[in-house]
């Protein structure tokens, strides 16, 4: 069975970091895809990051490009999203994915096309 657990939300001001942690139970995330996504509040889920192995190279979502960097620990089998220079707009609830080896050579990656979610984790920023 896998299992995604998210860890490290919290509140933070306008500014300031905030590391999250992913740890997957039920497959090793050194043969997976891995992936970070938000919801914020009324809003659709949306792609923040992916950490592909094909290349073994990662992308991000414009919004977030230069101030937030995903990493993995394949010994812990854990997956973390470092982010920096925090926004208010960046509130949102974070979700932790496997992405399906198929979408594995893309950047962007939809959220219909992940396999396992964590339950997920919020972070709010505020101003």
């Known amino acids: 069975q896998v299992q995604l657990e998210e860890s490290g939300g919290g509140l933070v001001q306008a500014g300031g970091s905030l590391s999250l942690s992913c740890a997957v139970s039920?497959?090793?995330?050194?043969?997976?895809?891995m992936g970070w996504f938000r919801q914020a509040p009324g809003k659709e889920r949306d792609f923040v990051a992916h950490?592909?192995?094909?290349?073994?190279?990662?992308y991000y979502a414009d919004s977030v490009k230069g101030r937030f960097t995903i990493s993995r620990d394949n010994a812990k089998n854990t997956v973390y999203l470092q982010m920096n220079s925090l926004k208010p707009e960046d509130t949102a609830v974070y979700y932790c994915?496997?992405?399906?080896?198929?979408?594995?050579?893309?950047?962007?990656?939809?959220?219909?096309?992940?396999?396992?979610w964590g339950k997920g984790t919020l972070v709010t920023v505020s101003s």
């Open positions: 950490d592909r192995l094909s290349g073994r190279n990662t």
């Open positions: 994915a496997i992405i399906p080896p198929e979408y594995g050579s893309r950047g962007y990656v939809s959220s219909g096309a992940v396999d396992y």
């Open positions: 039920g497959r090793a995330v050194i043969f997976t895809n």
